[in-house]
């Protein structure tokens, strides 16, 4: 079955610059997304299509795509970043979906 | 305003079935795809399938073919989810989450979440 792997977590003082990585064999051939996900919510979705960032989120937020890795990058982190982050994308087939194992983001 | 609005929480034995709704409001409900998506406690999200609310088309991962299924009732703009012989690894919370464009897999807006838990 296909996988994607992230980093269980990473940290950064307020206002450093947070990267989070996310590989899997077919992101060359297919889109990734990314989601914010605080305690007791719902997922939002942060970066959609590997670099495009949906209305109202900060433009903090971006993404990046390379190879069989995507990242995304939270420039300027603030204490309100501090959240799982997850990413999604499909296999070779663009049948299956399938979400990383998430990233949990301390701001320290 | 889009919403997906969910039913509550369930307490299921065993063995059982729970069918999961998901209402939506504030778009075009045949529009645009529904996927669902659950999480168990302090774990990940994994992704169950999706489904084509104006065709009924849908899309299983392999892990529950064969105890899932989607459907739903296009005159109430409500999403289903069934999910059978529970076991107590399903217990976990059961998001609905529509697709935000064609040809793309964006979640873009998503249901509160449904606790489903299974005890004996």
């Known amino acids: 079955s296909y996988e994607l792997t992230q980093p269980p977590s990473v940290s950064v003082s307020p206002g450093q610059t947070a990267r989070i990585t996310c590989s899997g064999d077919?992101?060359?051939?297919?889109?990734a997304y990314w989601y914010q996900q605080k305690p007791g919510q719902a997922p939002v979705l942060v970066i959609y299509?590997?670099?495009e960032r949906p209305s109202g989120i900060p433009e903090r937020f971006s993404g990046s795509s390379s190879g069989t890795t995507v990242t995304l990058t939270i420039s300027g982190v603030q204490a309100e970043d501090e959240a799982d982050y997850y990413c999604?994308?499909?296999?070779?087939?663009?049948?299956?979906?399938?979400f990383g194992g998430g990233t949990k983001l301390t701001v320290l | 305003q889009v919403q997906l609005v969910q039913s509550g929480a369930e307490v299921k034995k065993p063995g059982a079935s729970v069918k999961v709704s998901c209402k939506a409001s504030?778009?075009?409900?045949?529009?645009?795809?529904i996927n669902w998506v659950r999480q168990a406690t302090g774990q990940g999200l994994e992704w169950m399938g999706w489904?084509?609310?104006?065709?009924?088309?849908?899309g299983y991962a392999q892990k529950f073919q064969g105890r899932v299924t989607m459907t739903r009732n296009t005159s109430i703009s409500t999403a289903y989810m069934e999910l059978s012989s529970l076991r107590s690894e399903d217990t976990a919370v059961y998001y609905c989450?529509?697709?935000?464009?064609?040809?793309?897999?964006?979640?873009?807006?998503w249901g509160q979440g449904t606790l489903v838990t299974v005890s004996s």
């Open positions: 299509k590997d670099s």
């Open positions: 989450a529509r697709v935000g464009r064609p040809g793309l897999r964006n979640l873009d807006y």
């Open positions: 999604q994308s499909a296999d070779s087939s663009g049948t299956i979906e399938v």
């Open positions: 504030g778009y075009t409900f045949t529009s645009y795809d």
């Open positions: 489904m084509n609310p104006n065709s009924g088309n849908t």
């Open positions: 077919a992101l060359p051939k297919q889109y």
